[in-house]
């Protein structure tokens, strides 16, 4: 079972991807409200996955991938925001992101690009 830490400042986004994950096979072992406490959970519960929101306070999701990134290169960062801006998704993918979901999303879109990043 595929282990996943949720990031994102909205606890009804976090909510709404957990029960995604919950239904799906994914084991949820941690959420983070900002990108400080996803790096910090990071190192504490090495997750499988993470899903990172871009924008949080204290620490942006981009700012923390890279953080993330230098402590584990092979971390598999999946970032989900509202904000599909183009300089965003390759700002994301060229600090190390594996992909970008775009909010709103559906659940078949959820589980079809993190099993595919599970494979990686």
């Known amino acids: 079972?595929?282990?996943v830490l949720i990031v994102d400042d909205a606890a009804f986004m976090r909510l709404a991807i957990r029960q995604i994950l919950d239904k799906n096979?994914?084991?949820?072992?941690?959420e983070a409200e900002n990108g400080?406490?996803?790096v910090?959970?990071?190192k504490e519960l090495k997750p499988d996955i993470v899903t990172m929101d871009i924008?949080?306070?204290?620490?942006t999701g981009i700012d923390s991938l890279k953080a993330i990134?230098?402590?584990d290169s092979k971390a598999k960062v999946v970032m989900v925001s509202a904000m599909g801006q183009e300089s965003l998704v390759k700002e994301s993918i060229m600090n190390g992101?594996?992909?970008?979901?775009v909010k709103p999303f559906k659940e078949d879109h959820v589980i079809k690009t993190l099993k595919s990043i599970v494979a990686l």
């Open 55 to 59: 924008t949080m306070p204290l620490m």
């Open 97 to 101: 992101a594996k992909s970008f979901i």
């Open 40 to 42: 910090r959970k990071f």
């Open 69 to 71: 990134q230098s402590y």
């Open 1 to 3: 079972m595929m282990k």
């Open 36 to 38: 400080e406490e996803a």
């Open 25 to 30: 096979g994914f084991e949820v072992i941690g």
